[in-house]
């Protein structure tokens, strides 16, 4: 049997902090799936664990900006950049953060992830605000638009009596993302020399002329009384911005929109509405079509009772606010027996176990592919302008993108579904 990560190899930078010790777990959790492992440890790294000891269980040296130094022409920082298929920080402090995202080369590991040219995955673990002060925020933003993918922090106990995000991811989780990063082997934009020079995978003038294609996107407002509403914190980037790249394919474009305050896409007909079963009414009207996307953040639920006037305060405790399930639409649209659209792609925001939650959403809702994103305030995408998304097929198998501009995404994820439609 192979196992997920045969003949990988993995250049683990383990930074300084208490969480370096789960950094020896994560050496047996990668190698027991296949991989090969080579640690480095920073000065600070060596406060908290041994090079004795992560060598033991790599199996393979440990590299140290003391033994490096000494010996560069042995094995360089730029031989230790190019031999690997991957690299994980784990636990990425603060500081090594910052580094990275400023091109500092003052230690060891610092040049090596400077120049490396191979994905880079990071586990971040630092004091809760470490992790949200504005300066990490920043850095953390600006590795993601690096190409950087990035796994956790938990929300946890942590030292010092605290409670919060800052956690280090556990060493089965940053194995995961391992997997997942490796699925996709193109190289991380913004590092190295092939950097920027990937050309957009736009989807070709004509690629879906004479389709209709079907697009839901933003939230859904779901009425308590005339004046207030349950919502979700969709912008609908995401689900316009496909719309745009279908209709510049030359397809025929209904964009069914929840209650946005971003633009009309151009050359796309936007039928408005409010309310999820609203969303449901003006999907089902915009049949038939080759190509379904449901984009959207629908409200899962909805007051069970909109009331007709506003609810006052009378002064005693508010009544609680009863909840009734709204229709799935993609289940709805993705179970028809007539009409059904011949791609229907369903999105699944997801806060933890983004992969197995999509693979179970693909089955349950019966769509023919899941574009997965991460929307944990790690994760960063909900309301962003940016979006990491993961495509999971009905046979569990996952592409996974660099993290992209949401208008790129739009514009690969029709060149994909156009590919898949085929002429
Ligand atoms: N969706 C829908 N109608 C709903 C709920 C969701 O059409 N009432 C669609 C979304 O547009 C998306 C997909 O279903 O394409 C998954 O949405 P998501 O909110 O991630 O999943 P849920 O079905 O709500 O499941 P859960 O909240 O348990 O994760």
């Known amino acids: 049997m192979t196992r997920p990560l045969q003949n990988r190899r993995i250049l683990l930078v383990i930074g300084g902090g208490i969480a370096a010790y789960k950094a020896l777990d994560l050496i047996r959790r990668l190698r027991e799936r296949g991989a ?3 640690p480095l440890l920073t000065a600070g790294a060596q406060e908290f664990v041994t090079p004795l000891a992560a060598a033991a269980l790599a199996g393979e040296r440990a590299h140290t900006d003391l033994f490096d130094r000494a010996e560069e022409a042995d094995i360089g920082h730029i031989k230790l950049a190019r031999d690997a298929d991957a690299i994980v920080v784990a636990p990425a402090t603060a500081s090594l953060m910052a580094r990275m995202a400023t091109g500092e080369a003052s230690d060891l590991a610092a040049t090596v992830l400077l120049a490396t040219t191979v994905p880079i995955l990071i586990a971040p673990a630092m004091n809760v605000r470490m992790w949200q002060h504005p300066a990490t925020r920043r850095n953390l933003a600006t590795l993601r638009g690096d190409g950087v993918r990035v796994v956790g922090p938990n929300e946890g106990a942590m030292a010092e009596a605290e409670f919060g995000p800052g956690r280090l991811a556990e060493p089965s989780e940053i ?8 699925t996709d082997s193109r190289p991380a934009p913004g590092f190295g020399f092939l950097a920027g020079r990937e050309p957009a995978e736009a989807a070709k003038a004509g690629a879906l002329a004479g389709r209709r294609v079907l697009v839901t996107s933003g939230p859904t407002h779901e009425p308590i009384d005339p004046v207030r509403y349950l919502a979700n ?4 980037r995401q689900g316009h911005a ?8 030359g397809a025929d474009v209904t964009l069914v929109a929840g209650p946005v305050s971003i633009p009309d896409p151009p050359g796309v007909r936007v039928v408005p509405v409010e309310t999820a079963r ?5 999907v089902e009207a915009a049949l038939p079509a080759d190509l379904a996307i449901f984009a959207a953040a629908v409200g899962d639920w909805r007051p069970a009772e909109a009331r007709d006037s506003k609810i006052k305060k009378d002064g ?10 709204n229709p799935d639409i993609l289940a709805a649209i993705a179970q028809r027996t007539t009409d059904r659209p011949r791609l229907v792609v369903g999105f699944a925001a997801e806060t933890d176990s983004v992969l197995d939650n999509a693979r179970a959403k693909i089955v349950r809702k019966g769509c023919d592919l899941i574009v997965a994103n991460d929307v944990s305030p790690a994760g960063g995408v909900m309301g962003g302008s940016a979006n990491t998304v993961h495509l999971v097929g009905r046979d569990g198998t996952v592409e996974t993108w660099p ?6 995404v739009g514009r690969r994820l029709v060149a994909h579904f156009a590919g898949l439609l085929g002429t």
Do not use: Q
């Open 278 to 282: 609203d969303m449901l009414a003006a």
């Open 233 to 236: 914190r969709s912008s609908g």
């Open 403 to 408: 993290t992209l501009d949401k208008d790129e």
């Open 175 to 182: 194995a995961d993302a391992v997997e997942v990063m490796l």
């Open 242 to 249: 496909i719309a745009a790249a279908a209709a510049a394919a």
């Open 316 to 325: 005693a405790a508010p009544a609680p606010v009863a909840l009734v399930e």
């Open 36 to 38: 090969a492992v080579r």
